[in-house]
């Protein structure tokens, strides 16, 4: 994809934000996750497997949010407690096996493109910090906002969420809080942002230039509403 430029002027803070599930990924990673470290660590926890589809019936019932759903499945299948420190080499191998096999590599040189344009890379997932940080890592982004877990003074990772999950409207509560952080100026910054799904409706809205990225066919629609470029990573 072209370099776009809508609306910058010169001496501005350029900043591009990425979804990571499905734009820069090609599949999931939550899940995927959560089963790797059952297999790595504790595979007896596959009994726990028969209890995993009454999560879901709550929240298809509304009975449970999707946050609540997401702590439900990771104690299920990962535990209430284990040491953060025993979790991290498990957490890289991970990150290794999803930069091998499960990303767009047009992705990747879009991420590069953005690089050598001086632009801030921010990568913006509803997946748990606690491992997006590795692949945000091995990507080279500046920064990253994500669900946060609990980590106890143990050290141990609770079944927690720390404030909210990072979806959907509340992403731009944590992108304004980083621009505070970073003592950036919206008015004096160029935010491109890439999606692939209309949950990032908000996001993309707070954007310059918003991209969608091997859209769903309802971010399709949407982009194609709003004027949005409409790019394939696959």
Same mark, same amino acid.
């Given at each position: 994809?072209?370099?776009?430029?809508?609306?910058?002027?010169?001496?501005? $803070?350029?900043?591009?934000?990425?979804? #990571?599930?499905? !734009?820069?990924?090609?599949?999931?990673?939550? !899940?995927?996750? @959560?089963?790797?470290?059952?297999? +790595?660590?504790?595979?007896?926890? @596959?009994?726990?497997?028969?209890?995993?589809?009454?999560?879901?019936?709550?929240?298809?019932?509304? @009975?449970?949010?999707?946050?609540?759903?997401?702590?439900?499945?990771?104690?299920?299948?990962?535990?209430?407690?284990?040491?953060?420190?025993?979790? $991290?080499?498990?957490? =890289?191998?991970?990150?290794?096996?999803?930069?091998?096999?499960?990303?767009?590599?047009?992705?990747?040189?879009?991420? =590069?493109?953005?690089?050598?344009?001086?632009?801030?890379?921010?990568?913006? %997932?509803?997946?748990?910090?606690? &491992?997006?940080? +590795?692949?945000?890592?091995? /990507?080279?982004?500046?920064? @990253?906002?994500?669900?946060? /877990?609990?980590?106890?003074? =143990?050290? *141990?990772? *609770?079944?927690?969420?720390?404030?909210?999950?990072? &979806?959907?409207?509340?992403?731009?509560?944590?992108?304004?809080?980083?621009? +505070?952080?970073?003592?950036?100026?919206?008015?004096?910054?160029?935010?491109?942002?890439?999606?692939?799904?209309?949950?990032?409706?908000?996001?993309?809205?707070?954007?310059?230039?918003?991209?969608?990225? !091997?859209? %769903?066919?309802? #971010?399709?629609? /949407?982009? =194609?509403?709003?004027?949005?470029?409409?790019?394939?990573?696959?």
């Amino acid at each position: 994809m072209e370099p776009l430029q809508r609306g910058l002027r010169d001496g501005m $803070q350029k900043i591009s934000l990425y979804d #990571m599930d499905r !734009t820069i990924t090609v599949r999931g990673t939550y !899940t995927p996750f @959560l089963f790797y470290l059952l297999f +790595a660590r504790a595979p007896w926890r @596959l009994i726990f497997l028969p209890l995993l589809p009454f999560g879901f019936i709550g929240y298809g019932l509304k @009975l449970i949010s999707r946050g609540q759903l997401k702590t439900f499945n990771q104690r299920l299948l990962m535990g209430s407690g284990p040491k953060l420190a025993d979790l $991290q080499p498990h957490i =890289e191998r991970f990150a290794d096996h999803v930069m091998r096999a499960n990303r767009h590599q047009k992705a990747l040189e879009q991420i =590069e493109s953005d690089r050598a344009d001086g632009r801030k890379l921010v990568l913006v %997932t509803a997946s748990y910090e606690l &491992y997006a940080e +590795a692949i945000a890592r091995r /990507l080279g982004f500046d920064h @990253l906002i994500g669900t946060r /877990l609990e980590v106890d003074g =143990e050290g *141990r990772v *609770r079944p927690q969420i720390l404030g909210e999950n990072c &979806y959907d409207d509340a992403k731009i509560g944590r992108i304004e809080a980083l621009f +505070a952080a970073q003592g950036w100026q919206r008015a004096e910054s160029h935010v491109r942002a890439y999606s692939d799904h209309v949950s990032d409706k908000a996001m993309l809205e707070f954007a310059d230039e918003a991209i969608a990225t !091997t859209p %769903t066919p309802k #971010m399709r629609r /949407l982009a =194609e509403q709003r004027g949005w470029p409409i790019v394939d990573w696959r």
